[in-house]
């Protein structure tokens, strides 16, 4: 997958600019902070996601005194040619596919298949497990219209379980309908989070040994409510009737898919609880470079990578290797805040950026 060329308007500090990009190249932005090297990756990220890496906040990614902001790429996948664009005007995401307007945002999640890796990524491991959940569940909706489907539909199950349960009187049947349909999603949710995150693990450790000296293993502990090596539709059953005194008492869902977790371990402990941030960040990057790995395995095609300030704590040596172990049919775009010797780039196609004040001019090596 490839952005052919990006046009930005009023986003962030850029006024109206667009790129054309090589494809499976590596594009290198660098400049000094606040210049918007950030920006520019994170508006594909935008356009992958339809959310920030930054912030939650639509209103911030829409530049000073303009009430409304346009990203726009051309995107090959597949040898298709494709055009994707997102309007953002008054708290409002307005979404165009080949110029025709998108109503669902799962239709057009995917589209664009970026793979982040920042600094601040490493909030993962000790953030809320909303966050980890999230984090799972964005790849898989990319990866499996089944699970967008599913995961969707539990949702709205949910919802309407909570809204029967916030009743003046309750109406068993009318719960029990709905946590029947919730927990024939749910099995197929467990099933694909599990194998995901096995998966994902596996790709992982093999390129984790770049990134440490040590015989470290990374694994990570898929947390549900019931055992899932074993009979899941009885248990889940069992789980729901053991609660619904607690749920009508409480008004809400205290059981379900929609709380779990995953615990990410370095050599079968809690990575909060022994990691340096040297190896967390170490953990982090093999993780997105594994996860573009199974992309690639699935789709016969890597996503887009996205690496922003990822030179900052390598030295010279680890930065050749890093460079060398990134795939050669993969569009990659870096960002630094010091200029990149082009000698790190030894036969790979590159080209460089600097960026200033909002403005990026590609310079000569």
């Not at 708290?91 to 600094?119: E, R």
């Not at 059981?255 to 079968?268: S, Y």
């Not at 993780?287 to 690496?307: F, H, S």
Request: glycine share 2%; net charge positive.
């Amino acid at each position: 997958m490839n952005i052919k060329s990006l046009r930005l308007i009023h986003f962030r500090n850029y006024e109206n600019v667009e790129f054309n990009f090589k494809e499976n190249c590596i594009h290198c932005f660098y400049g000094k902070n606040a210049q918007g090297k950030t920006n520019l990756i994170e508006s594909i990220y935008f356009l992958s996601h339809l959310h920030s890496f930054r912030t939650h906040s639509l209103d911030s990614l829409i530049k000073e005194s303009y009430h409304q902001m346009l990203i726009e790429a051309k995107v090959e996948s597949g040898h298709t040619l494709s055009k994707v664009k997102v309007v953002v005007c008054d708290q409002k995401k307005h979404l165009f596919h080949n110029d025709n307007p998108i109503k669902k945002y799962s239709d057009f999640v995917g589209i664009v298949n970026a793979i982040s890796f920042c600094p601040d990524d490493i909030l993962l491991f000790s953030a809320p497990k909303k966050i980890r959940r999230n984090f799972i569940d964005m790849e898989l909706i990319k990866l499996s219209k089944k699970y967008t489907f599913t995961l969707s539909r539990y949702n709205r199950y949910l919802k309407n379980r909570n809204i029967a349960l916030k009743q003046e009187k309750i109406d068993k049947d009318l719960i029990d309908v709905y946590t029947s349909q919730m927990i024939e999603d749910e099995i197929v949710i467990m099933k694909q989070r599990k194998n995901f995150i096995k998966n994902l693990m596996e790709y992982s450790n093999r390129l984790y040994p770049f990134f440490s000296s040590q015989k470290e293993v990374l694994s990570a502990k898929y947390e549900t409510f019931v055992d899932t090596s074993q009979g899941l539709k009885e248990q889940i059953v069992k789980s729901y009737e053991n609660t619904y005194v607690k749920d009508c008492m409480y008004k809400a869902t205290n059981m379900g898919i929609h709380r779990d977790d995953i615990q990410f371990l370095l050599n079968d402990k809690n990575i909060n609880e022994m990691a340096s941030q040297g190896q967390k960040r170490s953990y982090l990057l093999a993780m997105k470079l594994g996860l573009a790995q199974m992309v690639y395995e699935k789709t016969n095609q890597y996503p887009i990578l996205l690496l922003d300030d990822v030179f900052s704590e390598l030295d010279t040596i680890r930065k050749k290797e890093l460079i060398q172990i990134l795939p050669e049919n993969m569009q990659i775009f870096i960002t630094s805040a010091e200029e990149m010797d082009p000698s790190l780039f030894k036969n790979r196609k590159v080209k460089f950026y600097k960026v200033n004040n909002g403005f990026a001019k590609e310079v000569s090596q």
